[in-house]
């Protein structure tokens, strides 16, 4: 007979084994660091996701409490309460703060706002692009302003159409033929073309060039501008070059042959913006710092040599900030805010520089780095610059020129001396507080602040016709500024701030998205990621 099996030690047996499997399991799991001590996890293992006799299935970090955004002028400000206040951080005796990022969600698109170990962030608003409307210019022998309504009104005279109107003689002020609905907030000139900017948007030319070089229109033209470009200042850098600023703060050039109007744009190294166009192809950044670029022959472009160049370069030796800014084809002048300090450079021929030297009439000596002239006593705030020719207007309102005096252009009566090389005060009429110079090729302007009457010197006719807007043809040249209309009332150039598209400027000057966006903050810790909390900022 076969030996019987022990149903005791059978069942012994399988208890045994089940007990020795437990042990090893408990062991594995001390191992493993599951059931631990709570420095060893590093997360604190909630009610909700946790198993009795302490097996963990799975750990949580939870998203950051009392989060908030508050809007202000300049931008929004998040916060929200430390992550190490929540019990996975004080269970586990966690003094470091995690990692924090935010997430910005505007339109449907996310952004990285950026990482924190702190419990705040700012969201900021850009500055808005502030532009001075030009609403006064001259050209060769034409000049013109935009009135309160936006007409453009234009005397003098230009051969190639640049007075509008379809005429080459307008010896008293005539409106140009701007087509209804496009009131005009800017206008430039140069020798033959003049270009206007509407409240709309829209950019119209005539003249020389408005056709592309070379081709001439006597009536305004519209300019077909690239795909979202929203302008906001135009010039001219001569007759062949349309500059345009986009509300971007990036700027267009059109040049080239007649027929030739496509545009091209010109960025800053680094991301700047611009914030001023001039008569020339240099510009004023946001920053303050002063750029060009193309023909340099008179040295024009500040960076000590005559080398021209294709892209923007920086003007160099320049210490402040520049807050406004003057240039034509050969000098620029530049000025601080309020400083008895303006710098200039380029063709210095005729003094224009105003440092006490020049070469008259000869070739050979340009500032190719820009000089720092002082005129102690004075602070400058305004200036303009034409053919070997600068005017500038100190804070006192007093007028002082310098450059050559051809066409009597330095408004001083010298009958001596055919250039100054240094800052020269021009004698103002009684009664009369200068303000708003312009200047053209022949003849130079401002308004008197008081009366709106306009004064201007230089060039009065020539061949019977009169230069000034008032039919004065008697004379050849007027040596001091002397009253030339009455009541000229032109549209204020006041500052305009803008904002790029899908952005409202407040009342500040900072650019609010029109959309309210949605920020996101999670956080990190060790190898655990939490959810993510959720704000919309309140004003």
């Not at 140069?190 to 408005?210: E, I, K």
Request: proline share 6%; hydrophobic share 30%.
């Amino acid at each position: 007979m076969p030996p019987t099996r022990s149903t005791s030690n059978r069942v012994w047996s399988s208890q045994g084994q089940s007990r020795h499997l437990s042990a090893l399991l408990l062991v594995g799991v001390l191992l493993t660091g599951i059931v631990a001590t709570p420095t060893s996890t590093g997360a604190w293992f909630t009610a909700a996701k946790s198993v009795p006799s302490n097996s963990l299935t799975a750990a949580q970090l939870q998203p950051v409490n009392g989060l908030s955004a508050v809007k202000t002028s300049a931008g929004v400000n998040l916060s929200w309460t430390s992550a190490l206040q929540q019990p996975w951080a004080s269970s586990n005796s966690v003094g470091v703060e995690p990692t924090y990022t935010v997430t910005r969600t505007l339109n449907g698109q996310s952004s990285p706002l950026g990482s924190t170990t702190n419990l705040s962030i700012t969201d900021p608003y850009s500055k808005g692009v502030s532009i001075t409307p030009v609403t006064y210019d001259a050209g060769s022998t034409f000049a013109g302003y935009v009135k309160n309504d936006g007409s453009v009104m234009l005397w003098g005279y230009d051969e190639n159409g640049a007075l509008g109107n379809g005429q080459n003689y307008n010896p008293t002020p005539q409106k140009a033929s701007i087509p209804d609905n496009n009131p005009i907030i800017s206008i430039a000139f140069a020798s033959s073309t003049a270009v206007a900017l509407s409240s709309n948007g829209s950019v119209w030319m005539w003249g020389y060039g408005a056709l592309g070089c070379g081709g001439i229109s006597r009536t305004p033209v519209q300019a077909t501008m690239p795909n979202d470009v929203s302008p906001i200042a135009v010039s001219l850098a001569g007759d062949c070059a349309l500059l345009v600023l986009d509300k971007s703060g990036t700027v267009w050039a059109r040049s080239g042959s007649s027929g030739q109007t496509s545009f091209s744009s010109i960025p800053l190294p680094g991301g700047l913006t611009v914030k001023q166009l001039t008569k020339s192809r240099t510009v004023l950044a946001t920053d303050g710092t002063v750029w060009g670029w193309g023909p340099n022959s008179s040295g024009r472009l500040g960076n000590g040599t005559r080398t021209d160049s294709d892209t923007p370069v920086k003007a160099q030796n320049i210490s402040v900030p520049i807050a406004r800014l003057a240039a034509d084809a050969s000098n620029v002048v530049a000025l601080a805010d309020r400083s008895p300090t303006y710098y200039a450079w380029g063709d210095n021929r005729w003094g224009q520089v105003g440092n006490g030297y020049s070469n008259f009439g000869n070739e050979g000596l340009y500032v190719t780095t820009p000089a720092a002239v002082t005129k102690s006593g004075i602070y400058w705030v305004e200036v303009q610059v034409s053919n070997y020719v600068a005017t500038l207007r100190a804070d006192d309102y007093s007028v002082w020129a310098m450059g050559s005096d051809r066409n009597e252009r330095l408004g001083t009566d010298d009958n001596v001396s055919d250039y100054s090389n240094q800052p020269q005060k021009m004698p103002t009429p009684s009664g009369v507080t200068p303000w708003r110079i312009f200047m053209g090729e022949s003849e130079s302007y401002y308004f008197d602040r008081s009366s709106s009457d306009l004064y201007g010197w230089g060039l009065v006719a020539e061949g019977g016709r009169a230069y000034f807007g008032n039919n004065d043809s008697s004379t050849q040249y007027y040596k001091t500024p002397k009253r030339v209309q009455i009541n000229a009332i032109s549209a204020p150039p006041d500052t305009r701030v803008f904002c790029k598209s899908g952005e409202n400027v407040n009342s500040d000057g900072y650019c609010e998205p029109t959309q309210n966006p949605e920020y996101s903050v999670s956080y990190k810790y060790q190898s655990w990621l939490s959810g993510p909390a959720t704000v919309s900022p309140q004003n």
